[in-house]
């Protein structure tokens, strides 16, 4: 699903950037709506190894508003030159209130330079 991520995999350290997932296709196949989404960012040394947090690492907010449709956005700021970050947009779906809960999340790795 890396046709949903709408952003650059790289990101200069005083750059204030908003990000997106696109979500509405894989909803669609429900005719599903996302109920809640939310944004981690931590610094790694591959996928699967966490760093310890520096002064000066990434941060993200969500955006105003975080869920337009199937759309989410957040905002990045920071960052630490060198350092690779990943980036999950975990979301649950409006279904997971019922019977049949739903919930995915995408982790894409951005680079700081």
Do not use: E
Request: charge should be negative.
């Amino acid at each position: 699903m890396s046709d949903q991520l709408q952003f650059p995999q790289v990101k200069a350290a005083n750059s204030n950037l908003d990000y997106s997932v696109d979500w509405s296709a894989w909803l669609a196949l429900d005719n599903d709506a996302i109920a809640t989404v939310t944004f981690t960012i931590a610094p790694v040394s591959a996928p699967d190894a966490p760093l310890p947090l520096l002064p000066g690492d990434c941060v993200v907010t969500p955006a105003a508003p975080p869920i337009n449709m199937g759309l989410v956005s957040c905002w990045i700021s920071g960052g630490i030159p060198g350092r690779l970050y990943a980036l999950t947009c975990a979301i649950v779906t409006v279904a997971a209130a019922g019977a049949h809960a739903r919930a995915d999340q995408r982790t894409v790795l951005l680079q700081v330079v």
